[in-house]
């Protein structure tokens, strides 16, 4: 039975590459093998899927420049809605299940009680817009799997914003960092390891289909996390030169953006952690390891 993983190159689809490979051929496709923002080589892609006819499919392939979207809403439609369409058409065509990751900006982030999947959406930027789109493509299509809403996606590889107070810590004396929007920080690496339990629970009827929210326990703001990683950071001996105490906190309207930010990014897991008999770890274990991992990287 062989698996497909799409965005092989990102966060989460770097992880799955790693924590997948107990469910045995892996094929792990880029963007260099398909463009998911052409419509011809996605059509090339529905193609390989009928011919390969995977058991799995696992989409980490997403726009993700959230500020950028606003600038580029058909960009981020033809990725994060058009491309899981055909893709999901695909899957259903040959049975396939498939793997899907969303996230918090579906919701229009008021309020401070955690979201569950039966909330309702109101996505208030662009790249929400085009990610709930392609939650409703993925549940119209009629294709097995699951779609897991995360929040706050931090790793050892590509773009974060762990990575990025890390080096800024190490080149500014004073920080100023958004206090009033509070979410939980989760790993690459645990959303792959949860995917692979997913898998393994939907392959045996003991978890159904649909939609989950998969972040880790806990919450913080965007500031809380930068003390605490760059605390970390500075523990481990990393050359910090901003100052304990000298990381302020700033509200949303401080800093505009673009996009407009949730400011309550919680999610409730207790679906998700129902069905796999799991609890998910607090999201300090995993920064600790981003953190260890960016430190040794250097
Ligand atoms: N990052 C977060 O904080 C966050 C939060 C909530 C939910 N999520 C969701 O979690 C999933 C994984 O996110 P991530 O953090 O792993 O994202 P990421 O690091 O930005 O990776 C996205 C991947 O998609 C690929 N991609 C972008 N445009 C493409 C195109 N036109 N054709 C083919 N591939 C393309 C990128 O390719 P290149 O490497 O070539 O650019 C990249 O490898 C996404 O569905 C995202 O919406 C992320």
């Given at each position: 039975m062989s698996t497909m993983i799409l965005g092989r190159d990102g966060q989460v689809g770097h992880a799955?590459?790693?924590?997948?490979?107990?469910?045995g051929p892996l094929q792990t496709l880029s963007r260099a093998d398909y463009?998911?923002?052409?419509?011809d080589q996605r059509e090339s892609l529905a193609q390989r899927i009928a011919q390969d006819r995977p058991a799995l499919i696992v989409n980490a392939a997403a726009y993700t420049a959230v500020d950028r979207a606003e600038s580029e809403p058909g960009l981020a439609h033809q990725i994060n809605a058009e491309a899981v369409s055909v893709i999901a058409q695909a899957a259903q065509r040959v049975g396939a299940r498939l793997i899907h990751y969303s996230t918090d900006y579906v919701f229009d982030g008021s309020g401070t009680r955690p979201w569950r999947e039966s909330d309702p959406t109101a996505p208030q930027s662009v790249y929400g817009h085009s990610k709930r789109a392609g939650e409703e493509a993925f549940l119209a299509s009629g294709c097995r799997g699951a779609i897991f809403r995360t929040s706050w996606v931090h790793s050892i590889q590509?773009?974060?914003f762990v990575k990025t107070m890390l080096r800024l810590a190490q080149?500014?004396?004073?920080l100023s960092v958004v206090a009033d929007q509070i979410g939980a920080p989760t790993?690459?690496?645990l959303i792959a390891n949860v995917?692979?339990?997913?898998?393994?629970?939907?392959?045996?009827?003991?978890?159904?289909g649909g939609l989950y929210h998969l972040s880790a326990a806990g919450e913080t703001s965007w500031?809380?996390?930068?003390?605490?990683?760059?605390?970390?950071?500075r523990a481990a001996g990393a050359p910090i030169k901003v100052a304990a105490?000298?990381?302020?906190?700033?509200?949303?309207?401080?800093?505009?953006?673009?996009?407009?930010?949730?400011?309550?990014?919680?999610?409730?897991?207790?679906?998700?952690?129902?069905?796999?008999?799991?609890?998910?770890p607090d999201w300090q274990v995993d920064v600790d390891q981003t953190v260890n991992g960016i430190l040794v990287a250097r």
């Open positions: 799955l590459v790693d924590a997948l490979a107990p469910l463009d998911l923002a052409d419509p590509g773009n974060n080149e500014r004396d004073r790993s690459a690496r995917t692979l339990h997913a898998v393994r629970a939907l392959r045996a009827g003991v978890m159904s500031h809380g996390l930068a003390v605490y990683a760059i605390e970390r950071a105490g000298q990381i302020q906190a700033i509200t949303t309207e401080d800093y505009p953006t673009a996009a407009k930010r949730p400011k309550n990014s919680r999610l409730d897991c207790r679906r998700l952690c129902d069905a796999l008999g799991v609890d998910l």
